[in-house]
């Protein structure tokens, strides 16, 4: 059925799809299956080049066995927030880390992560996170420090002077002038290379070509960075008083 759980005999059908190139939507119609269930099971278990149905199948199995102790604790540990299918809530976050894995970040980091994304507030502190994703608080030291060198999360005091792990859209744009600023380090390196190797050899012609290429990509990153963050969350604009009034989300034009 459609809404029940994968068979072992469909992630043969998925293995085989993926082997002839077929797209996600492809292999869903075959196996008369929501498009959002085969990019969620191929993303969590490996990718679309390293799926392997066996492999898949077992992880399964094991994920839904550690689930089982958790299910039996009462109605307490089912509830969710605004209705969420806490099923459902949890896949999606198992689907989210293993994405954010395949961006470049550690396990534990894209954990971690994943937890304050799906978390309404935003924001915990290293022992809600600790206990959220049952792992030890250096565990979740380590991630943290990884998250901050990378600017992808912010540290507050709280009114009990808890250290606080923030996300928020000013994160996003950190990370992102962050991730430009790697790229204008790798073009300064690069045009190095270019006047160590001679200006007229091959190699420094290759180096010259990256140089270029990283500095055009850098260029625009942080050109649209600075428009989005004007366009999507722009600062409130002060009123005649001299104060700033309280800001408002953001709504889209009407066409």
């Known amino acids: 059925?459609?809404?029940?759980?994968?068979?072992?005999?469909e992630r043969q059908q998925i293995a085989l799809g993926l082997a002839?190139?077929?797209?996600?939507?492809?292999?869903?119609?075959?196996l008369d299956r929501p498009t959002s269930t085969i990019t969620r099971e191929v993303m969590r278990n490996g990718g679309p080049t390293a799926y392997r149905a066996d492999l898949a199948?077992?992880?399964?199995?094991?994920?839904?066995?550690?689930?089982?102790?958790a299910a039996s604790r009462g109605p307490e540990s089912a509830r969710q927030a605004h209705g969420r299918d806490t099923e459902a809530v949890s896949e999606y976050e198992e689907t989210l880390t293993t994405v954010l894995?395949?961006?470049?970040?550690?396990?534990?980091?894209?954990?971690?992560?994943?937890?304050l994304f799906t978390n309404d507030a935003g924001s915990l502190t290293a022992s809600e996170l600790s206990q959220r994703l049952q792992v030890s608080p250096a565990s979740i030291s380590k991630a943290i420090a990884f998250l901050e060198s990378q600017s992808l999360v912010r540290r507050e005091r709280d009114e009990r002077r808890?250290?606080?792990?923030?996300?928020?859209d000013e994160l996003f744009y950190q990370a992102t002038i962050a991730s430009a600023r790697a790229n204008d380090q790798l073009v300064e390196?690069?045009?190095?290379?270019?006047?160590?190797?001679?200006?007229?050899?091959p190699a420094a012609a290759r180096l010259e070509n990256?140089?270029?290429?990283?500095?055009f990509i850098s260029e625009s990153i942080t050109r649209a960075a600075e428009q989005a963050r004007e366009v999507l969350h722009p600062e409130p604009e002060a009123a005649?008083?001299?104060?700033?009034?309280?800001?408002t989300p953001l709504t889209r034009p009407s066409a």
Do not use: W
Not at 1 to 9: A, D, N
Not at 20 to 30: N, V
Not at 57 to 69: K, L
Not at 102 to 107: R, T
């Open 1 to 9: 059925m459609p809404g029940g759980r994968l068979t072992q005999q």
């Open 20 to 30: 002839d190139s077929l797209p996600y939507a492809e292999i869903a119609r075959r």
């Open 57 to 69: 199948h077992r992880a399964t199995e094991r994920r839904a066995h550690r689930r089982r102790p």
């Open 101 to 115: 894995m395949g961006s470049g970040l550690p396990k534990m980091a894209a954990r971690v992560l994943t937890c």
């Open 162 to 168: 808890r250290d606080r792990y923030v996300v928020d």
């Open 189 to 201: 390196v690069a045009r190095q290379g270019v006047t160590v190797l001679g200006p007229h050899t």
């Open 210 to 215: 990256i140089a270029r290429f990283l500095d």
């Open 240 to 247: 005649p008083d001299g104060t700033t009034p309280p800001s």
